[in-house]
C-alpha cells in the first residue's frame, strides 16, 4: 500500500513560482507511476503532468509545458513539481497520484489511479 502526502502549496503572484512536494510511504513506491492532476472549484479534476516509474517518460497537459517540471527522487520517494511562471488560471487544489499498473497512454487519466494525496492549495494573484 502507497500513501501520498502533498506539500509546498501557498498564495503567489503571477509570474511566481513554487516547488509542490509527493512524499509517498511504502517499500515499492520506486514502481509507481505518478501523476499530477488539479481541481479548481466548479470544474473538473484536470490532468497536469505525469512521470513513469523509472522517471525516464513524462507527459505534460499542453498549457503547463515549459513552465512545469516533474521529476522524482527514487531515494527519498518523492515526486516533485515544479511551477514556473505561474498564471491566475493554474489556481487549484494540486494532488499527486501514484499507480503500479497506468500505462504511458493513460497518464492523463485520473480514474486510472489508486492511490491520491489529500491536495496542496495553489493560488496565484493577478
Not at 502507497?2 to 509546498?8: D, F, H, I, K
Not at 507511476?33 to 481541481?39: A, T
Not at 525516464?56 to 531515494?75: E, H, L, M, W
Not at 493513460?106 to 486510472?112: G, P, S, T
Request: aromatic content about 12%; charged content about 20%; hydrophobic content about 30%.
Amino acid at each position: 500500500q502507497v500513501q501520498l502526502v502533498e506539500s509546498g502549496g501557498g498564495l503567489v503572484q503571477a509570474g511566481g513560482s513554487l516547488r509542490l512536494s509527493c512524499a509517498a510511504s511504502g517499500r515499492t513506491f520506486s514502481r509507481y507511476s505518478v501523476g499530477w492532476f488539479r481541481q479548481a472549484p466548479g470544474k473538473e479534476r484536470e490532468f497536469v503532468a505525469a512521470i513513469s516509474w523509472s522517471g525516464g517518460r513524462t507527459n505534460y497537459k499542453d498549457s503547463v509545458k515549459g513552465r512545469f517540471t516533474i521529476s522524482r527522487d527514487t531515494a527519498k520517494n518523492t515526486v516533485i513539481l515544479q511551477m514556473n511562471s505561474l498564471k491566475p488560471e493554474d489556481t487549484a487544489v494540486y494532488y499527486c497520484a501514484a499507480d503500479a499498473g497506468v500505462r504511458l497512454s493513460d497518464y492523463d487519466q485520473y480514474r486510472k489511479y489508486d492511490h491520491w494525496g489529500q491536495g496542496t492549495q495553489v493560488t496565484v494573484s493577478s
